[in-house]
């Protein structure tokens, strides 16, 4: 305040220097507040405004296989749709693991591509909702993308 000049006159008239006081709120700060008032007890639930990603897709296939290739083609598709996506497809982790590891990290919509890729179906979680829906291979593009960005 001093290098300034900023001065008030104090309740005698004098001209007094003004104390200051800096109170920044930095990312780390921002993603501990948003970390406190956004979970629940399986993990995180970013806020889609300041998700990192968008989307998560879980592969719980093997690489190569057929539902490997369907969650990476659905993955490739949100991308060029202008979605952050994080595909979890690590070799040697259990699906066990990359489901609750989704859950942990609580990006806003989870897509499991299980099982039920051999009757043409993703897993789609809206993880802020809590809700589960099974959507068809052909119709997940759409649906995913509506979710992600809270138009669904």
């Known amino acids: 305040a001093d290098v300034l000049g900023l001065t008030v006159l104090d309740e005698k008239g004098k001209q007094r220097v003004v104390t200051m006081g800096s109170y920044g709120v930095g990312v780390s700060r921002a993603v501990a507040a948003i970390a406190e008032t956004s979970h629940d007890a399986l993990g995180l639930r970013w806020p889609r405004e300041v998700a990192p990603m968008d989307v998560h897709v879980v592969i719980a296939g093997k690489p190569g296989d057929q539902t490997a290739a369907a969650a990476e083609a659905l993955a490739a598709s949100l991308s060029q749709s202008g979605l952050q996506v994080l595909l979890d497809d690590r ?54 993308l509506a979710l992600a960005r809270g138009v669904a």
Do not use: H
């Open 91 to 144: 070799a040697g982790v259990s699906p066990g693991v990359r489901f609750k590891d989704a859950e942990l990290l609580g990006m806003p919509v989870i897509v499991i591509a299980g099982r039920g890729v051999a009757n043409g179906m993703f897993e789609v979680r809206d993880r802020l909702a809590g809700t589960t829906t099974e959507v068809a291979i052909a119709d997940a593009p759409q649906r995913v």
